[in-house]
């Protein structure tokens, strides 16, 4: 049964290796990732990891962080080249896991008149570490509940998808629509671990890259992005780095304290599954 992973990455040298390397491992078949004009060494690594792994590269030109159009073209190649069965659209910074079982697992036992999943996603904070290993490997703690920091409301969950020639991936790849998409069911049998602020470099990199993006950006109405577009605000009135020290990141006394009162809790299991999967090119 064919799965195939989409992404859209731009400088995330320290996270992608170790994604893929994961989602094959969980039965993954193919992976198609569109690299939009990083600078930080991403792109020669997808094409080290291109040379032993079946990975799929397409450039496209840093522009107005038109993710949902070129989602969807990876998510149609992804029915018309691969013939996937499963189409799931993440980022970099996203891991499908399937506890106690794997993806494949659980997408082959998926009822046949369900076309589309809606999983759950869980924010891992950024922590003191030493940066030696994929973040992973290093962040171990979530938050219980994950809010959108602009909204307040519980972050959108992800879709995965049954492969449709004519289906369309909205912005963040949140929903997919096609005709051939009928039945749509949450799931709790799979989670996104989610990993979208790892340092302080590392925000500053991906609030300038999307930011940008979105601000030239005239097909998408401005809620969408609500988040990117608030922190590139920061970003541009030289608040960014308080935004992170003050909201994100756990030094040791805030994590003890939020480990304490049950916000944040203790999470390993990713960490020890990629413990099991060889990561070559990182």
Same mark, same amino acid.
């Given at each position: 049964?064919?799965?195939?992973? =989409?992404? $859209?990455? @731009?400088?995330?040298? &320290?996270?992608?290796?170790?994604?893929?390397?994961?989602?094959?491992?969980?039965?993954?078949?193919?992976?198609?990732?569109?690299?939009?004009?990083?600078v930080d060494g991403?792109?020669?690594?997808?094409?080290d990891l291109a040379r032993t792994m079946p990975l799929t590269i397409i450039d496209e030109p840093p522009?107005?962080?038109?993710?949902?159009?070129?989602? =969807?073209? $990876?998510? @149609?190649?992804?029915? &018309?080249?691969?013939?996937?069965r499963w189409v799931i659209n993440g980022d970099a910074d996203e891991f499908f896991t399937a506890p106690g079982s794997s993806l494949a697992a659980v997408l082959d036992d998926a009822p046949a008149d369900c076309d589309l999943l809606w999983v759950p996603r869980h924010d891992f904070v950024p922590i003191d570490r030493l940066h030696r290993e994929a973040p992973p490997?290093?962040?171990?703690? @979530?938050?219980r509940e994950s809010l959108n920091p602009v909204s307040k409301r519980p972050i959108a969950p992800k879709a995965i998808h049954r492969g449709a020639a004519d289906v369309l991936i909205g912005q963040g790849?949140?929903?997919?629509?096609?005709?051939?998409?009928?039945?749509?069911?949450?799931?709790?049998?799979?989670?996104?671990?989610?990993?979208?602020?790892?340092?302080?470099?590392?925000?500053r990199s991906k609030v300038r890259n999307a930011g940008s993006g979105y601000a030239i950006n005239r097909e998408l109405p401005p809620g969408v992005g609500d988040r990117m577009r608030y922190w590139y605000a920061l970003l541009q009135r030289g608040q960014l780095d308080d935004e992170y020290f003050r909201f994100h990141h756990h030094d040791a006394k805030l994590l003890r304290e939020r480990l304490a009162s049950g916000e944040v809790l203790e999470d390993a299991y990713l960490a020890t599954t990629l413990r099991q999967v060889p990561v070559t090119g990182s």
């Amino acid at each position: 049964m064919p799965i195939v992973l =989409t992404m $859209m990455v @731009r400088d995330e040298r &320290d996270i992608v290796a170790s994604n893929i390397a994961h989602h094959l491992g969980q039965g993954v078949s193919e992976v198609i990732v569109t690299d939009n004009g990083s600078v930080d060494g991403t792109r020669d690594l997808l094409a080290d990891l291109a040379r032993t792994m079946p990975l799929t590269i397409i450039d496209e030109p840093p522009s107005d962080w038109s993710q949902g159009r070129w989602v =969807t073209r $990876m998510a @149609r190649m992804a029915h &018309d080249r691969f013939h996937a069965r499963w189409v799931i659209n993440g980022d970099a910074d996203e891991f499908f896991t399937a506890p106690g079982s794997s993806l494949a697992a659980v997408l082959d036992d998926a009822p046949a008149d369900c076309d589309l999943l809606w999983v759950p996603r869980h924010d891992f904070v950024p922590i003191d570490r030493l940066h030696r290993e994929a973040p992973p490997l290093e962040m171990l703690y @979530r938050k219980r509940e994950s809010l959108n920091p602009v909204s307040k409301r519980p972050i959108a969950p992800k879709a995965i998808h049954r492969g449709a020639a004519d289906v369309l991936i909205g912005q963040g790849c949140h929903d997919a629509f096609s005709p051939m998409l009928r039945t749509k069911r949450p799931t709790a049998a799979i989670s996104s671990f989610h990993y979208p602020i790892r340092s302080r470099e590392q925000f500053r990199s991906k609030v300038r890259n999307a930011g940008s993006g979105y601000a030239i950006n005239r097909e998408l109405p401005p809620g969408v992005g609500d988040r990117m577009r608030y922190w590139y605000a920061l970003l541009q009135r030289g608040q960014l780095d308080d935004e992170y020290f003050r909201f994100h990141h756990h030094d040791a006394k805030l994590l003890r304290e939020r480990l304490a009162s049950g916000e944040v809790l203790e999470d390993a299991y990713l960490a020890t599954t990629l413990r099991q999967v060889p990561v070559t090119g990182s």
